[in-house]
């Protein structure tokens, strides 16, 4: 396929919703940086203005609505960990409720794969028993691009790294030779932009270049955060098995908050419909117990019913200390 047509594809699928994006993939923790999964329990009488408030954060990232009595699910991004707390503790001045904080304890696996068919209309020869892996031996899997740079010290950007990452961080430009426009654009050599690009994903900070794909557009409008409370001492076995199912999009160990919050393994899965998501649900719960009897003791499926905020990590010119 020639570039042109490919770069006029990319930006009709941009046009019509079927991408968000189409750029770098920015992963904040290695440059010292914190990606904070938060969340607030708003009532139904004050719901608008919580999400309002909540949304008016640049820091916020994403934000969900999610079936749940922590409702209100959503990304707080920051160029170092002690501002997390910081916005957070402003999120609650603001709207008047606590803010839960999620911290990513360990990364199984971040990537988006929509299954080319569902739990009830899989080809004959595929069955419980392999299913993505489910209670067969566990399949190799691609790593997660953390995993690969996982014992790297993470250290600040350069001045040249923020530059180049704030000039491309709402997306490439859709044209035959993207990075020499971008390299126009700050005044930089074309082989400058790719350098530095190449050092960017070699250090973890830009996980890499591509397309983020619009899920809902493509028919798969049903999604759930899997939540699931794994003995301590069995959640890393489980975490990295469920990973390598094929199953789910993303799979981290977060904390608990007792008596409030028991899980502390999560993952995302995706579908067409509600069904479709609880079949895949019931077939990796029945298999985990299977495979690890009794390390799953509790799990429970949010929802999200509303997307309320989507706007990736937005660096600025200069770190906020």
Same mark, same amino acid.
């Given at each position: 396929m020639p570039e042109r047509a490919i770069a006029a594809q990319i930006a009709q699928w941009l046009q019509e919703g079927l991408i968000t994006r189409f750029g770098p993939f920015i992963q904040v923790e290695r440059s010292g940086g914190a990606f904070v999964l938060a969340a607030v329990a708003a009532p139904e009488s004050a719901l608008e203005q919580t999400i309002a408030a909540i949304?008016?954060?640049?820091?916020?990232?994403?934000? /969900?609505?999610?079936?749940?009595?922590?409702?209100?699910?959503?990304?707080?991004?920051?160029?170092?960990?002690?501002?997390?707390? *910081?916005?957070? #503790?402003?999120?609650?001045?603001?709207?008047?409720?606590?803010?839960?904080?999620?911290?990513?304890?360990?990364? /199984?696996?971040? #990537?988006?794969?929509?299954?080319?068919?569902?739990?009830?209309?899989?080809? +004959?020869?595929? %069955?419980? &028993?392999?299913?993505? *892996?489910?209670?067969?031996?566990?399949?190799? %899997?691609e790593p997660s691009e953390t995993s690969q740079t996982e014992g790297m010290v993470p250290r600040p950007l350069s001045a040249r790294e923020r530059a180049l990452l704030i000039a491309t961080q709402a997306g490439l430009p859709c044209v035959v030779e993207p990075f020499r426009t971008v390299a126009d654009h700050l005044g930089w050599r074309e082989n400058e932009v790719i350098d530095t690009f190449s050092a960017l994903i070699a250090r973890g900070v830009v996980r890499r270049l591509g397309i983020a794909v619009n899920h809902y557009a493509l028919g798969y409008r049903a999604n759930a955060m899997c939540v699931w409370d794994v003995a301590d001492e069995a959640v890393d076995a489980v975490g990295s098995w469920l990973a390598a199912t094929g199953a789910v999009s993303h799979c981290y160990r977060r904390p608990r908050h007792l008596p409030h919050w028991r899980f502390n393994l999560f993952a995302m899965? $995706?579908?067409? %419909?509600? +069904?479709?998501?609880?079949?895949?649900?019931?077939?990796?719960?029945?298999?985990?117990?299977?495979?690890?009897?009794? &390390?799953?003791?509790? $799990?429970?499926?949010?929802?999200?019913?509303?997307?309320?905020?989507?706007?990736?990590?937005?660096?600025?010119? %200069?770190a906020i200390a």
């Amino acid at each position: 396929m020639p570039e042109r047509a490919i770069a006029a594809q990319i930006a009709q699928w941009l046009q019509e919703g079927l991408i968000t994006r189409f750029g770098p993939f920015i992963q904040v923790e290695r440059s010292g940086g914190a990606f904070v999964l938060a969340a607030v329990a708003a009532p139904e009488s004050a719901l608008e203005q919580t999400i309002a408030a909540i949304n008016a954060f640049p820091e916020v990232a994403h934000h /969900y609505l999610r079936t749940h009595l922590l409702n209100c699910w959503f990304v707080i991004a920051c160029e170092n960990e002690r501002a997390v707390t *910081g916005v957070a #503790r402003v999120i609650e001045q603001a709207t008047g409720y606590r803010v839960w904080l999620f911290p990513k304890e360990r990364e /199984y696996f971040v #990537r988006l794969r929509l299954l080319p068919w569902t739990p009830q209309t899989a080809p +004959d020869e595929v %069955t419980l &028993a392999d299913w993505s *892996g489910l209670l067969a031996q566990t399949r190799p %899997t691609e790593p997660s691009e953390t995993s690969q740079t996982e014992g790297m010290v993470p250290r600040p950007l350069s001045a040249r790294e923020r530059a180049l990452l704030i000039a491309t961080q709402a997306g490439l430009p859709c044209v035959v030779e993207p990075f020499r426009t971008v390299a126009d654009h700050l005044g930089w050599r074309e082989n400058e932009v790719i350098d530095t690009f190449s050092a960017l994903i070699a250090r973890g900070v830009v996980r890499r270049l591509g397309i983020a794909v619009n899920h809902y557009a493509l028919g798969y409008r049903a999604n759930a955060m899997c939540v699931w409370d794994v003995a301590d001492e069995a959640v890393d076995a489980v975490g990295s098995w469920l990973a390598a199912t094929g199953a789910v999009s993303h799979c981290y160990r977060r904390p608990r908050h007792l008596p409030h919050w028991r899980f502390n393994l999560f993952a995302m899965l $995706h579908g067409r %419909t509600r +069904d479709e998501v609880e079949a895949q649900r019931a077939r990796l719960i029945e298999a985990c117990h299977q495979r690890f009897p009794q &390390a799953l003791t509790a $799990h429970d499926a949010l929802y999200s019913t509303r997307i309320l905020k989507k706007s990736g990590v937005r660096l600025r010119p %200069t770190a906020i200390a």
